[in-house]
């Protein structure tokens, strides 16, 4: 590929091309390249109910626990390579083509079309890029809210979409349909690690399928091993750019693993020395959306961390603070699920927590799971790093092959 000039002022062309490609693009009406159609089914549950979404296209099951709607009867019918639009949240960038499903059938509320006038392919990777986000922003105007858009329908078709040659436009979504298998290659094997991994925690720390010969088992309850301190009456308003290390409840759900050895926020906030982490440290959130959100915990490898929001530290010297976060996610979630109490807001109390019976290897064999588990943690990250880097190099490339 070549870096080129993306305009002269009068010609169109990407910033970066395939050599052997030097053509200008030119532009053709949006309305010229598509075809709505409204293929309705007949009965109920005729065909996989699929929903489309910013980041794609899915079944409804994927994004949601029931049907929207008392009947699917009149639903429109799609099938590979139909453009889908949603009039509410184009704007927002909720425009796909399928390119996942055979078939299917969406709300009524989308609109759906035949793409006839260049490459589906290559249609269905620049939807996906900024360059597209732009124009169909391009085609909506102020609502009856501030986050809502309504679509000009008649601007959206009118507007000119730049296209290369038909031989390009192969190029370019073979090349990105490539990158796209490649990605997604790599999302299965990540996934497939942490099964693996989940899997291994398991089993490693069962007294009954550990294969690990020579280990010796205690059982005791969690109050026996430990104490609990509840974390510093700090919240988001406390993060700073510079200053302690910080780590607030909501990010054992967003940020950190079973086991935690840098920290991404900061504070320039005061606590006292009891909030601050010692090595082994164990922090699990007192609250949570679900009771199966709520059964997480994650081990501090750092000292001087303050420790924040709403969790409990739990500190103890019979169960490496490691091996105590794998239990408590893996082996003993569901155990903590079930003693979470509330609806809207799930809670639950550290008295609770000191009654969990947990039973733990000697120290010998800690340190050999451990050992296990860290490579296998080590593996994982460097495999997302990968899959980081594949997504970051497919979204900088959108930016420059298409106008």
Same mark, same amino acid.
């Given at each position: 590929m070549a870096n080129v000039s993306s305009s002269n002022g009068l010609e169109k062309r990407p910033k970066l091309r395939f050599p052997g490609f030097d053509e200008p693009w030119h532009?053709?009406?949006?309305?010229?390249?598509?075809?709505?159609?409204?293929?309705?089914?007949?009965?109920?549950?005729?065909?996989?109910l699929l929903s489309a979404a910013i980041e794609g296209m899915f079944l409804n099951s994927e994004l949601f626990g029931h049907q929207r709607g008392a009947s699917n009867k009149g639903y429109k019918k799609i099938k590979y390579g139909t453009m889908v639009l949603s009039t509410q949240n184009l704007h927002l960038g909720n425009a796909n083509v399928n390119l996942r499903f055979k078939n299917g059938m969406v709300s009524p509320a989308y609109k759906t079309y035949d793409i006839t006038g260049c490459s589906i392919e290559l249609l269905a990777? +620049?939807?996906?890029?900024?360059a597209a986000k732009h124009f169909f922003y391009n085609a909506t105007t102020v609502g009856a809210s501030m986050c809502r858009r309504n679509?000009? +329908?008649?601007?959206?078709?009118e507007q000119p979409l730049f296209l290369p040659s038909t031989d390009?436009?192969?190029?370019?979504?073979s090349f990105l349909s490539f990158l796209t298998q490649r990605i997604d290659a790599q999302q299965k094997y990540v996934a497939t690690l942490k099964k693996y991994k989940r899997g291994a925690v398991r089993c490693l720390l069962s007294a009954k399928s550990c294969p690990l010969r020579n280990a010796r088992w205690t059982t005791a309850k969690m109050g026996e091993l430990g104490s609990f301190?509840?974390?510093?009456?700090?919240?988001?308003a406390d993060i700073s750019e510079d200053g302690t290390p910080f780590i607030l409840y909501g990010e054992l759900y967003t940020t950190y693993n079973e086991v935690v050895t840098s920290v991404k926020r900061r504070t320039q906030a005061q606590v006292d020395e009891t909030f601050l982490s010692r090595v082994g440290d164990v922090v699990i959130p007192t609250s949570g959306e679900t009771p199966e959100e709520i059964s997480t915990a994650s081990c501090v490898m750092l000292p001087n961390v303050i420790l924040a929001g709403d969790l409990y530290i739990f500190r103890g010297d019979k169960v490496d603070g490691r091996i105590m976060s794998y239990l408590l996610n893996h082996v003993v979630n569901a155990k903590?699920?079930?003693?979470?109490?509330?609806?809207?807001v799930v809670h639950i109390q550290a008295s609770e927590l000191c009654k969990l019976t947990l039973t733990y290897p000697d120290k010998s064999t800690q340190n050999t799971i451990i050992g296990f588990l860290s490579s296998l943690d080590d593996r994982i990250m460097n495999e997302e790093n990968a899959l980081a880097f594949l997504s970051d190099l497919k979204e900088g490339l959108l930016q420059q092959l298409f106008i």
């Open positions: 532009g053709k009406p949006f309305g010229d390249l598509i075809q709505e159609y409204s293929d309705r089914t007949q009965t109920e549950d005729e065909d996989t990777h +620049w939807i996906k890029s900024d679509v000009e +329908w008649k601007t959206l078709y390009e436009q192969d190029k370019i979504a301190v509840k974390g510093a009456p700090l919240s988001k903590i699920a079930r003693i979470a109490q509330g609806k809207s």
